[in-house]
């Protein structure tokens, strides 16, 4: 596609539940990263995936987080038992290669946990 | 503290001036030095990428690298209101994956 899709656009959410985050990358993108950004704060990293493969989860707060790319492309971002400090922005971004010079972010989604 | 500093403003300036945004870091193996801009409730748009020190112009837009004091600039001449935004400056070290983003400076232009 022309950018980074990611949807939904907002997302609310008792706290407890499951929720899904969808990322669709660039075409031919192959590096795409997960941030997550708090109000009044710079994006954080949570994830960098190269290919289907996790190349680095560190930024993953806790074991409620998980996210995959199953076939290379697009990727999802899975939060169990919601919450209320979830509550961000969920930024999808990807590269053509490692991202040294720069990444093209999406929109994102706003997560509120109620 | 934090890896990277940011002053998260607000900065207001008048139409037409220069305006100047700059970011402190303590990490000496950074090496790429990117700007983002985000409108509200947008996504960061990459502004700029510098590796190592030295300056980039870019239309209005020049960045600077002063990897000896561990600062880096960005500037922008005549500015327009379509410049009022939140300007994030990030950085990442050689082979690393992951690039860290100051917290964002608000910056108002006013017509």
């Known amino acids: 596609g022309a950018g980074v899709s990611q949807t939904p656009s907002n997302k609310v959410t008792e706290k407890g539940k499951y929720v899904e985050l969808r990322c669709d990358p660039i075409s031919g993108h192959t590096a795409l990263y997960w941030y997550r950004q708090s109000l009044g704060q710079g994006p954080e990293f949570l994830i960098y995936f190269q290919g289907t493969g996790a190349a680095d989860d560190s930024g993953l707060p806790n074991d409620r987080f998980f996210a995959v790319r199953p076939e290379g492309s697009v990727s999802t971002l899975k939060i169990q038992r919601t919450e209320r400090g979830d509550s961000a922005v969920y930024l999808c971004?990807?590269?053509?290669?490692?991202?040294?010079?720069?990444?093209?972010f999406g929109s994102g989604t706003r997560l509120t946990v109620v | 503290q934090k890896e990277v500093e940011q002053d998260p403003g607000p900065l207001s300036v008048p139409e037409g001036a220069i305006v100047s945004l700059n970011c402190t870091y303590s990490?000496?193996?950074?090496?790429?030095f990117m700007w983002y801009r985000q409108y509200s409730r947008k996504g960061p748009e990459l502004l700029m990428y510098?590796?190592?020190?030295g300056n980039k112009e870019d239309g209005r837009f020049t960045a600077q690298v002063d990897k000896s004091s561990k600062y880096i600039s960005l500037f922008i001449r005549d500015s327009q209101p379509s410049d009022s935004a939140t300007y994030l400056c990030?950085?990442?070290?050689?082979?690393?994956?992951?690039?860290?983003f100051g917290a964002g400076t608000r910056l108002f232009v006013k017509a």
């Open positions: 510098t590796y190592s020190s």
């Open positions: 990030a950085m990442r070290n050689t082979g690393g994956f992951k690039t860290i």
């Open positions: 990490n000496s193996a950074f090496q790429y």
């Open positions: 971004a990807s590269s053509p290669a490692g991202g040294d010079y720069g990444y093209t």
